[in-house]
């Protein structure tokens, strides 16, 4: 069952990773292409009683973490401070005319803690991807970083209170997080290595990620299945692997800083 959150609780973790995004604001041109992307996001509430879309409390909070909020309580300030024509534009609902309602400080507390989190971790991670279709520059090869980490201070809402770990995948030139994905702990990242980069749009990226993923199955589920490359480091962890790369002649490799 979910904790009641304090006023000045954090912002979901999904939300807060568009910190990295830039500029740090929400364009208006981007509003409603933002919007789409948050529409694939279940609504966690009852059909019953619903006052306002879910895509626009979303879509309120996004721009106010965009623009600086990180709690609950400063995106419904941000929401209340909001001109119309914005409300607007960011899917609010109508209760008059000319004058669109923004949801209560409680109802988007109530609302962003009941999200599936990997859902909205999937919308934001697209939506930052697609924003920018060329981070890496003119003539760069795209690079994404997969990787896991235990959250300080961070436990389970289940009875044995584990620590969070979390795996995601991570853009090597604007260290957007394009995905992520709560695991058990580090032997669980092999399995969900494939599910959390499976909708990301891959095709010609080089995927960077430690020797906990250095597996056949990950590098044939990257070459095969979404058109990547791979850059996998080698321990012990894979002995016969780790005994081949050292018996390959090395001393011929041509040195970038002297063959260009």
């Not at 619903?50 to 941000?78: C, D, K, N, Q, Y």
């Not at 999937?122 to 991807?129: E, S, V, Y």
């Not at 990301?200 to 070459?223: C, K, R, S, W």
Request: proline content about 9%; charged content about 20%; glycine content about 6%.
């Amino acid at each position: 069952m979910p904790v009641p959150a304090t006023p000045s609780s954090p912002t979901p973790a999904a939300l807060t990773r568009l910190t990295h995004a830039e500029p740090r604001q929400l364009q208006d041109a981007e509003a409603p292409h933002l919007l789409a992307y948050l529409a694939a996001v279940p609504d966690p509430r009852a059909a019953r009683g619903r006052r306002h879309p879910l895509v626009a409390i979303l879509a309120m909070a996004a721009a106010a973490v965009l623009t600086g909020a990180r709690s609950f309580a400063a995106i419904a300030e941000w929401a209340t401070d909001t001109p119309q024509p914005i409300r607007a534009a960011l899917g609010a609902r109508r209760d008059a005319p000319g004058h669109f309602a923004v949801p209560a400080e409680a109802t988007i507390r109530r609302t962003l803690g009941r999200l599936d989190a990997d859902a909205l971790a999937g919308a934001i991670g697209a939506w930052l991807a697609d924003r920018d279709p060329d981070p890496a520059g003119a003539g760069r090869r795209r690079a994404v970083a997969v990787d896991g980490k235990t959250l300080r201070g961070a436990r389970t809402a289940t009875g044995d209170r584990r620590p969070v770990h979390r795996l995601a995948a991570m853009d090597h030139a604007t260290r957007a997080v394009l995905a992520q994905r709560q695991v058990g702990g580090a032997p669980e990242e092999v399995t969900a290595f494939a599910p959390l980069v499976a909708d990301l749009d891959l095709a010609g990226t080089v995927i960077t990620a430690d020797a906990l993923q250095t597996h056949p199955e990950a590098a044939e589920f990257l070459v095969a299945t979404k058109h990547a490359h791979y850059l996998f480091v080698v321990k012990a962890n894979q002995p016969t692997l780790l005994d081949r790369c050292q018996r390959l002649p090395w001393h011929r490799v041509p040195d970038p800083k002297i063959h260009r």
